[in-house]
């Protein structure tokens, strides 16, 4: 399969950059011929509304819409692209956020900023495909019942390289943080210099990056929008997830057998956690057998050449 891929730069550790370079390594990796464009999001102005659209220069569509002649099959990557959908009329649309059931609870000017316009934004990018990905389960659901022109597909991001770290010892004092904080909703979710001195008090140390040993992995977002993009890579390790935002929906999706997670809605729930029976010691009752039977379980459906596969019969049968 021969596939022109837009998307945007692979910049910094940005989740749509990792999705979008793991996804073209796998689809390359499953025998498919893929060439990229890549958009920097550094030379494009922001749209006034959505918020979240960028301004496609008129010289960059017409190098795309010139490339695109020599592809049948076109996927444009990112809601933010939304002149490139609509410009290209792409086989898949990639959707990382659907910003029409964005939900920021405790926080409605945020909720209610990137939902702005979004609706009929969607809507035109939708009028332009034949295949839409959703990443997010909750997201396709509130589409998939529609009367649609475009055919609505759910695959969740894929898991990272295989890790020998499921099997390793649980610490039970640790808690990992993940991500960046560069866009808006996550730099307000994120956990303030007073909370994770609060958290040191009691005796937590703050990790940030890739341990030898498990840990509680904590998921700041407090919002819901998208596929948390380190869920899947969290439980595949063998860590414990506490997440601020309700992920319960996402979760019974994945039809996992296990289930090593806990919605914490607010930080001073975090702390009730910590302080209940040895930070929580009760909620780690898998055993050694149980995470290996999960982390064989999210290997064999969720590899990234598992995706790819599943992608490209969904879109092409």
């Known amino acids: 399969?021969?596939?022109?891929?837009?998307?945007?730069?692979w910049e910094g550790s940005d989740g749509g950059a990792i999705y979008d370079k793991k996804l073209v390594r796998a689809l390359r990796d499953t025998g498919n011929e893929v060439v990229t464009y890549k958009i920097s999001r550094q030379k494009l102005k922001r749209a006034l509304f959505p918020v979240w659209v960028k301004k496609i220069p008129l010289e960059v569509l017409k190098e795309i819409r010139s490339l695109a002649g020599n592809y049948e099959n076109i996927c444009v990557s990112?809601?933010?692209?939304?002149?490139v959908v609509i410009e290209l009329k792409p086989t898949l649309f990639i959707v990382h956020n659907y910003f029409p059931v964005f939900e920021f609870k405790g926080n409605k000017f945020i909720e209610e900023l990137y939902r702005f316009g979004a609706e009929g934004a969607f809507a035109r990018a939708f009028n332009n495909c034949e295949n839409v990905l959703f990443l997010s389960f909750r997201e396709f659901n509130n589409v998939k019942n529609e009367v649609n022109s475009f055919k609505a597909i759910y695959l969740p991001p894929g898991v990272s390289e295989k890790t020998k770290r499921a099997e390793r010892s649980f610490e039970y004092n640790v808690i990992e943080r993940y991500g960046t904080t560069e866009w808006l909703p996550k730099k307000i979710s994120s956990?303030?210099?007073?909370?994770?001195?609060?958290l040191r008090s009691y005796g937590i140390v703050i990790s940030k990056g890739k341990e030898d040993f498990r840990s509680f992995m904590l998921i700041e977002?407090?919002?819901l929008s998208g596929f948390k993009l380190k869920l899947l890579d969290g439980l595949y390790n063998g860590d414990f997830v506490l997440s601020m935002a309700d992920l319960d929906e996402e979760i019974k999706a994945l039809g996992l057998p296990i289930v090593p997670y806990v919605y914490i809605p607010g930080f001073s729930s975090l702390i009730d956690f910590i302080k209940d029976d040895a930070f929580g010691r009760r909620h780690i009752c898998y055993t050694h057998n149980e995470y290996s039977k999960l982390k064989s379980y999210i290997e064999d459906k969720f590899s990234w050449n598992s995706i790819a596969f599943s992608l490209v019969k969904e879109v092409y049968g």
Do not use: P, T
Request: net charge negative.
């Open 1 to 9: 399969m021969k596939i022109l891929y837009v998307c945007f730069e």
């Open 78 to 83: 990112h809601e933010a692209l939304l002149e």
């Open 191 to 198: 956990l303030s210099s007073g909370e994770i001195k609060k």
């Open 221 to 223: 977002d407090r919002f």
